[in-house]
Nanobody
Framework: QVQLVESGGGLVQAGGSLRLSCAASGRTFSSYAMGWFRQAPGKEREFVSANSWMGGSTYYADSVKGRFTVSRDNAKNTVYLQMNSLKPEDTAVYYC?????????????????WGQGTQVTVSS
């Protein structure tokens, strides 16, 4: 069982930055691939970024590539999402998720555990 708690969301102006954190419980954190998703009002949950179980591979949605960076610290059981050059269209609730298997990480169905989400609002 893995419990995930996101933090770091908030209100920021366009062009600004935020860093989201996702703290995980459990001793097997390093064996999980970690993903970030977001969901804006009236829209489906969409993939943002993912990080393989040892952090060796990272994946990004085209819409955030070059602006967002995912990283993880297995010693702290935490995964991060550094978001730079934020745009109003980045406004959403951001969720982190953990997957036992490190393939198909763009698909939310492969994830076993989800956090409760943190709101990110980017004003124009």
């Amino acid at each position: 069982q893995v419990q995930l708690v996101e933090s770091g969301g908030g209100l920021v102006q366009a062009g600004g930055s935020l860093r989201l954190s996702c703290a995980a419980s459990g001793r097997t954190f390093s064996s999980y691939a970690m993903g970030w998703f977001r969901q804006a009002p009236g829209k489906e949950r969409e993939f943002v970024s993912a990080n393989s179980w040892m952090g060796g591979s990272t994946y990004y949605a085209d819409s955030v590539k070059g602006r967002f960076t995912v990283s993880r610290d297995n010693a702290k059981n935490t995964v991060y999402l550094q978001m730079n050059s934020l745009k109003p269209e980045d406004t959403a609730v951001y969720y982190c998720a953990a997957a036992r298997y490190g393939y198909g990480l763009e698909n939310p169905r492969v994830y076993d555990y989800w956090g409760q989400g943190t709101q990110v609002t980017v004003s124009s």
